[in-house]
């Protein structure tokens, strides 16, 4: 039987939990901002955190990529280039769209009213931030992680949800913001989810190439226009 965990343990451990969601939220929405210097004494006065925790949460960030530690420069939210990005964007254009490819041949009835929902709740989200933002939690809340999910092929999912979602999801929160982009994103997740329901995988794959090619193409003109940088 095992060791139950003291009291303690399991307080330093919720700690430490916390710590980590709320860094990386503050990584993934810009509050630290990417090649920003981490300082344990600074993080701990600006978010209110303690220190064993704090380097606990740093140690699972750098983990996910999202923190990078170099020699004599200490440790920093992870920073790419723009031509970096925009190359992350082709591999993921090929990669989710073989992966809406089988979820549309092998996602059952039950799994796609759960997408249908999952999109519901997002249209909640963003007309509550009045069509300005569409911010999703990772995991099961992402329409992204669960059409890579549902294409049960394990080695898409070990390459597209390792480090490399992580990373993008702290870029595609960013470029989420441009005028009308959240509400046309939306739709168009809205026309994967009915390929994936009519069983269609070559419509399912086409379509989320093109939508990942629009998001690629916002993010080339916000660059190419000085609007946002990296």
């Known amino acids: 039987m095992p060791e139950a965990s003291s009291p303690t343990q399991t307080s330093s451990q919720t700690r430490a939990d916390d710590a980590f969601r709320f860094l990386q939220a503050a990584i993934i929405k810009g509050e630290l901002a990417p090649g920003e210097k981490i300082g344990e004494v600074e993080l701990c006065d600006r978010f209110n955190l303690t ?9 699972r960030l750098e983990s996910r990529g999202l923190l990078v530690r170099k020699p004599h420069a200490g440790v920093r939210v992870v920073s790419i280039s723009g031509d970096e990005l925009l190359e992350l964007y082709h591999i993921r254009e090929v990669m989710e769209g073989l992966a809406a490819r089988q979820a549309a041949e092998r996602m059952n009835q039950k799994e796609v009213a759960e997408l249908h929902a999952l999109l519901d709740g997002h249209e909640k989200m963003v007309a509550e931030a009045h069509g300005l933002a569409y911010f999703q939690a990772e995991g099961d809340y992402d329409f992204h992680f669960c059409i890579v999910t549902g294409s049960q092929n394990q080695k898409l999912v070990q390459m597209l949800m390792g480090d490399l979602y992580y990373l993008l999801r702290l870029y595609r929160c960013r470029f989420s913001t441009a005028p009308g982009r959240p509400q046309k994103a939306l ?3 809205r026309h994967i989810a009915e390929a994936i329901a009519l069983g269609d995988g070559e419509l399912a794959q086409f379509l989320m190439q093109r939508h990942i090619r629009a998001a690629r193409n916002n993010i080339e003109s916000r660059l190419k226009d000085g609007d946002i940088t990296l």
């Open 51 to 59: 220190r064993g925790p704090l380097r606990e949460a740093l140690g």
């Open 187 to 189: 739709k168009e997740h």
